[in-house]
């Protein structure tokens, strides 16, 4: 495994830590702004850090786009080999009530910012709240993606 790589699985296993807790937490946690979100302004299965969270409205609109992407079988060799992958952009731009489906046809499992793929699964979200949500992305070069929600 690449030094690259590997710093990539630490950077994404503290973020989903970090999610984790902070979506289990009982209090309001503090935000970058310095007001606070909670455990019911971002959904269990978006947590992030609550630095990166930034939830400002929950009414979902019905004509939400489909953002797909596929993260192919072998990408995970590809990292460990060196090569830079980008199955995702570096940024991607979402409205509310968009849904974001990935893929993972991969046999390693992989990170998409707040989001964690097994090896051979598929999720699928829908966007129930404003925000940007940062983290480490296994899928991209940069190693980083940043989902901006309006």
């Known amino acids: 495994m690449s030094p690259l790589h590997r710093a990539r699985r630490l950077v994404a296993l503290a973020v989903l830590v970090v999610g984790v807790c902070t979506a ?3 209090d309001p946690a503090p935000v970058a702004d310095g007001s606070t979100t909670s455990e019911t302004s971002v959904p269990a299965e978006t947590a992030v850090p609550a630095e990166t969270a930034v939830p400002s409205e929950t009414s979902v609109p019905a ?9 192919p079988a072998g990408t995970g060799e590809r990292i460990d080999a060196g090569e830079e992958v980008e199955v995702m952009p570096a ?3 979402v409205r509310l009530g968009d849904q974001i489906i990935v893929d993972n046809q991969d046999e390693k499992d ?31 070069a940069d190693g980083e993606i940043l989902v901006v929600v309006t």
Not at 63 to 71: E, K, L, P, R
């Open 91 to 93: 940024r991607l731009d």
């Open 24 to 26: 289990c937490g009982d």
């Open 110 to 140: 992989h990170i998409i910012g707040p989001f964690f793929i097994a090896a051979n699964e598929k999720m699928e979200h829908t966007f129930v709240a404003t925000g940007s949500f940062a983290g480490a992305c296994s899928a991209h």
């Open 63 to 71: 004509d939400g786009q489909v953002h797909a992407f596929t993260i």
